[in-house]
């Protein structure tokens, strides 16, 4: 089975940055996408990027567009996302999530676009 584990939340102030790593293993398929999501307190969860494997075409949610960078390690089935620029509203638990084929791109930010989930990690941001 598909196994999802994502890393290095935490607590950061408003300007600071973090990267997040997600290695995905027993992926049954070469051609995948990896998206991350995220979900704050009280809110629906909502696509933040996707990365296709094949070709690295990347997808952003307009609020995160030039501070936050998705990135993947295809040799370690690794996506990474790079924050920068961090601000309050980017509070949120945040997950990865993988399917076989590129990143949808009419639905990429949609949960049931994906089939496998991580278990999230927690990312903070004090004002």
């Known amino acids: 089975e598909v196994q999802l584990v994502e890393s290095g939340g935490g607590l950061v102030q408003a300007g600071g940055s973090l990267r997040l790593s997600c290695p995905a293993s027993?992926?049954?398929?070469?051609?995948?996408?990896l998206a991350w999501f995220r979900q704050a307190p009280g809110k629906e969860r909502e696509g933040v990027s996707c990365?296709?494997?094949?070709?690295?075409?990347?997808y952003y949610r307009d609020s995160v567009k030039g501070r936050f960078t998705v990135s993947n390690d295809n040799a370690k089935n690794t996506v990474y996302l790079q924050m920068n620029s961090l601000k309050p509203e980017d509070t949120a638990v945040y997950y990865c999530?993988?399917?076989?084929?590129?990143?949808?791109?009419?639905?990429?930010?949609?949960?049931?676009?994906?089939?496998?989930w991580g278990p999230g990690t927690q990312v903070t941001v004090s004002s």
């Open positions: 027993r992926l049954p398929f070469d051609d995948y996408a």
């Open positions: 999530a993988t399917n076989y084929g590129p990143c949808d791109d009419s639905y990429w930010y949609l949960e049931d676009d994906y089939d496998y």
């Open positions: 990365i296709s494997s094949n070709d690295g075409t990347t």
